[in-house]
């Protein structure tokens, strides 16, 4: 008898416990569309720069100097004239050349600039930034 008592006591428990548990699953809370720009600041598309490099790599050249090279592109549809800077750091110094290219509309150009670094100073401790304008 007592034992019959103590199974319906445990299932009553066990109902109860996980009662909660096995209820409806859960919703969605949480606006539903996204909230609207603050009124003195509307939201913009950035502009995206008609002049971008495309690809950069560095080698050493013939006399062991640090060679930096790569592409730049023309995304707009006008020839444009683009000044590639590059800046390398190496032994606590910085150097800076600069490398002048035109580009036609939806075309690529490449460009070489040669540091007076020595290529394995720099794979030491050299930092390498390329930008063009």
């Known amino acids: 008898m007592e034992r019959r008592s103590a199974l319906r006591a445990a299932a009553a428990s066990v109902s109860g416990l996980l009662g909660g548990c096995l209820g409806s699953f859960p919703s969605a809370t949480g606006p539903r569309n996204p909230p609207d720009p603050p009124a003195d600041q509307p939201r913009r598309t950035p502009d995206r720069p008609d002049i971008t490099v495309a690809s950069f790599d560095f080698e050493a ?5 640090l060679r930096v090279f790569g592409t730049v592109e023309n995304r707009g549809d006008a020839q444009r004239t ?13 150097f800076e050349r600069e490398s002048t290219v035109t580009v036609d509309p939806d075309q690529t150009a490449e460009w070489t600039v040669t540091f007076d670094v020595a290529y394995d100073d720099f794979l030491s401790d050299g930092d390498l930034n390329v930008d063009a304008a």
């Open 61 to 65: 050249d013939d006399d062991g100097a």
């Open 82 to 94: 683009a000044t590639v800077t590059v800046t390398v750091r190496s032994a606590g110094e910085t």
